[in-house]
């Protein structure tokens, strides 16, 4: 009756009868936010930017998957005031020296591996932006119905050379530093 029972419990676990389905989780994209920095020599600026849609891939609690996409036309400086600057720099970052948001008003995210890392996730993804994917790894955490996450781009890799020390010589303290940051707050 013993290996009965033991032989019933294999073969359940053998054929997945407790495997959980992956869910797809749609992100409230009201709630989200996403925060950027750009540094150059003499300062920095920051701002935001809408996220259009997303949906994160769950096994039960796990994160499995996701999926991201970023509204490149809503791309707002937040240190600026209008009338002193904030409108000029919100044109120079959409034109194609840039972001090119008229030939690219999104950039995405697509999740393509995750693997458990303390109390988060090690996540590896494929960031596209401007037409041009790279891949990417970043820290994800995940509490309850919130996931967050911080991330440097280079925007080089994507073709965003304007500014950049590394591309142009002479340009002192008008450089721009290669990376940006991204804060990511989203809820599902």
Sequence with gaps: MKTKLVTAILALIVTGAF???????????????ITWVGKKVTGSHTGTIDLQEGTLIMEGN???GGNFIINMTSLEVTDLEAGKGKEKLEGHLKTDEFFGVNNFPTATFTITDV???????????????????????????????KAT???????????ITYGSGSFFDDLKDKAIYDDFELAVSLTF
Excluded: C, H, W
């Design 115 to 145: 693997a458990k890392s303390g109390d988060g996730y090690s996540v590896s993804g494929n960031m596209t932006i401007k037409g041009i994917t790279q891949p990417m790894k970043i820290r994800m955490n995940i509490n309850g119905n």
């Design 19 to 33: 495997a959980t389905n992956p869910v797809k989780k749609e992100v409230k994209v009201k709630d989200a936010t």
């Design 149 to 159: 996450t911080k991330l440097e781009v280079d925007r080089t890799k994507f073709g």
């Design 62 to 64: 796990e994160l499995v």
